[in-house]
């Protein structure tokens, strides 16, 4: 049977576009489809704007702590057009890139809307169609406006809180995830007074339970109003905004609702029945360790798959894919150390077990934990205090988790991962020598556990 392409890539994301590139590197004709602009949620409307927003919020705290270190800064505003102006001049730069990229590497980009018609057949909103031997599906995930109450509607999602034309000056924000406290922490610094309403105690469902607690109050001493145990029940307009009621009775008007409560596989009007690909019940494409789902020419990768939802995984399943389909090198990703950082002012970062998980697999956990000032606190006078924990395995001493909430804690987490990956224990970390005077050396530094859970041997 001839086919058109090697590999039709359906989504030009993270994932879909390493392995379009991997896959042509290794010597196959491949075509990428791509119906919105090239880059996909992180690059267009995730990682890489909200990371700039987040640069952006920090700013209040820069010219606030000046002061105590001799600077005088006079008096500052925050203009948001010229953010969003900035912002979308960033993505644009990096969109093109992505499409110049995959030109480079031999790519055809197909910018069209693709929809499978059988196991090896793709038709394009373009008018086009093509056949491949094989195809892969990386379409993402997409924001979901739930509860499913009266006005919903009238609610925005993470996908439009970067383009909004106006600065909202009173904003609720519904969910308890990352995407949540994020937009929640950059809005306070940004000035907005914003309200965080979540079904739970604590934010974060999920992370150590350290970490959720001491976020929760970072996020209050930022000026972030919690409503634990709070939703609302019914959003309608008013003048000058949208009047929210919330089921503990206390109603809120705003300029803005962010409904940050989470995300669903893309697997919508793709054709996935008509090719016989099965889905989870939560409508993700199932797949097995090798991205393989039950039909022999159809894979899929990144978060339309649900697996971990994060950039640096679904490029790597996309390179893995590549590899193992058209390098003739087997390959399977190991999921078990993935760092993580949730980018709020004071930030997580984190890999590896919690204090909770540790217990429950292994039965006996060490606890190293310690908290300080960080040294510029010191001349600013700011109340911040960066908070650090091991869990050690109380058998062998191998360190199975590492939290961290302070600044750069993001980029911590990517250097323990490493040391958690190849088996680390805690007296490896004890052995390393510290680098002073730094907020990291703490996590070589910490001798005595500051608790026992669990026999130990």
């Known amino acids: 049977m001839s086919f058109d392409y090697d590999l039709i890539v359906i989504g030009a994301g993270s994932g879909g576009v390493r392995a379009a590139r991997i896959a042509a590197s290794h010597g196959a004709k491949v075509a990428i489809a791509e119906e919105f602009r090239v880059g996909g949620t992180c ?3 995730g990682c890489v704007p909200k990371k700039l927003y987040v640069l952006a919020s920090r700013f209040r705290d ?5 002061a105590g270190f001799g600077w005088r800064v006079g008096d500052v505003s925050f203009d948001w057009p010229s953010l969003v ?16 990229t995959l030109a480079n590497s031999g790519v055809e980009l197909i910018r069209a809307r693709a929809m499978l018609t059988d196991p090896n057949g793709v038709r394009f909103s373009n008018g086009g169609a093509a056949r491949a031997g094989h195809i892969l599906i990386a379409t993402g995930g ?11 509607e009238f ?54 339970d350290d970490l959720r607690l001491r976020l929760a109050d970072a996020l209050k001493s930022a000026g972030v109003a919690h409503r634990a145990g709070a939703l609302p029940t019914r959003v309608t307009k ?11 009775g206390a109603p809120l008007t705003v300029d803005s609702l962010l409904v940050a409560t989470g995300r669903r596989p893309l697997t919508q009007n793709l054709g996935l029945e008509a090719a016989g690909v099965a889905l989870r019940e939560n409508g993700a494409v199932a797949v ?28 790597r399943e996309g390179q893995a894919f590549a590899d193992s389909v058209f390098g003739a090198t087997p390959t399977t990703i190991d999921y078990e150390h993935t760092p993580s950082a949730v980018f709020t002012t004071p930030e997580i970062g984190t890999v590896g077990l919690t204090e909770a998980e540790a217990l429950a697999r292994h039965g006996a ?20 205090r960066v908070y650090m924990k091991l869990v050690v395995d109380g058998a062998n001493g191998r360190v199975r988790g590492a939290h961290i909430l302070g600044p750069e804690a993001g980029e911590m987490a990517q250097l323990v991962a490493i040391a958690l990956r190849m088996g680390a224990t805690k007296s490896d970390f004890d052995a390393t020598m510290a680098v002073h005077p730094t907020m990291a050396e703490e996590l070589v530094t910490m001798r005595a556990p500051a608790r026992r859970l669990g026999p130990q041997s």
């Open 85 to 100: 102006a900035a912002k979308e001049k960033e993505i644009t730069r990096l969109s093109n890139l992505y499409a110049e």
């Open 142 to 152: 997409a924001p979901v406006l739930a509860p499913h109450i009266p006005g919903i």
């Open 365 to 384: 956990v060490d606890i190293y934990e310690t908290q300080f000032r960080p040294m510029r606190a010191t001349l600013s006078g700011r109340g911040e």
């Open 155 to 208: 609610g925005i999602s993470s996908n439009e809180i970067f383009d909004l034309p106006k600065f909202p000056q009173r904003l609720l924000i519904v969910g308890a995830g990352y995407i949540a406290v994020e937009f929640a922490s950059v809005f306070a610094r940004l000035g907005a007074k914003v309200d965080l309403a979540y079904r739970a105690d604590l934010p974060l469902r999920g992370f150590d």
């Open 238 to 248: 008013c003048v000058g905004g949208l009047e929210v009621e919330m089921s503990d």
């Open 43 to 45: 690059v267009i409307r």
């Open 62 to 66: 820069e010219f606030e702590d000046a």
């Open 288 to 315: 097995d360790e090798h991205s393989h789902t039950n039909v022999e020419s159809i894979y899929a990768v990144g978060d339309v798959t649900d697996r971990i939802n994060l950039t640096p995984v679904a490029i």
